[in-house]
């Protein structure tokens, strides 16, 4: 998220509804242009936003794609934060979102003479004071589909930004005119390329990579698991005899007899078993 020096107002990019990280954020001397790079994603649609936090008065926000106008949202400026959307260009009653393309390369040596395109590549937010004036009619639209450039002139740029299908909006919005009425307030500009071509260019960091465990940590390992494997299996012998159940058999005890059965294996302890009320042939289990 970019923000004007004062804080008053923040922008950002969001392609396919998350917000885009921005990277080398610069900000002008005179505190009026921010600007940034974000990795554009081919055939993702996305959306332009930004929030007055604290400028009070009606401000519009006009935003252009790759040097062309394709409207802009109106802020009242009286209640704070307010936060608006340009997803695309409307008409009131439809709406064709913006996406990222590929750009249309040529080998005609006719457009080397063309124009020099600087904005190709950039997204543009506009935000001045302005005041609501007469709703004018509204065009076809911005024609960002037809852009074409020589081979050789692209100059690190494959995509551009073009419109989607048409949409019917569910609720119509208005469409109000406007009339700016002082100069522009902030400009935050969003340079996109691939996130390849920001990475070869030192602008995005390289993706992080796990690196494996070195050779002699594996062998160490191997030999740890080769050294318990006896115990291991001496553990589960001694278990398996642990197990074995004693069986004693009783026969013509009284009431007060008492059998004493740890004569047979010395030892510190010494065990004594009461036996009342056994019948002949039953069988006492001291485990």
Known sequence: MLHSPHNEFSAWVCIDGKEAPEYGVEISEDGRTVTCWIASELGKEFSVHWTNSSFVGCTTGQVKMDGTGCGGKVIYGNVFPSTAVQNGFTDGATLRKFMFSSLGLTDDDA????????DLGVIELYIYPTMLAAARPVGAGPALSALKVHERSKKAVTQQITLGQTEQLARPTAVVGTVPIGPNIVKFFFKYRPIDILRANGIAPQPAHVQPPPASVKRAG???????????KKDSLLKGKGNTKKRVKRELLADDDAIDLTQASPGPRRKRVKLEGFVQGEVIDLT
Do not use: D, Q
């Not at 191997?222 to 291991?232: C, D, H, I, T, Y």
């Open 111 to 118: 457009y080397l003479g063309g124009a020099a395109l600087p």
């Open 222 to 232: 191997v030999r740890a698991s080769k050294e318990n494997e006896p115990l291991v």
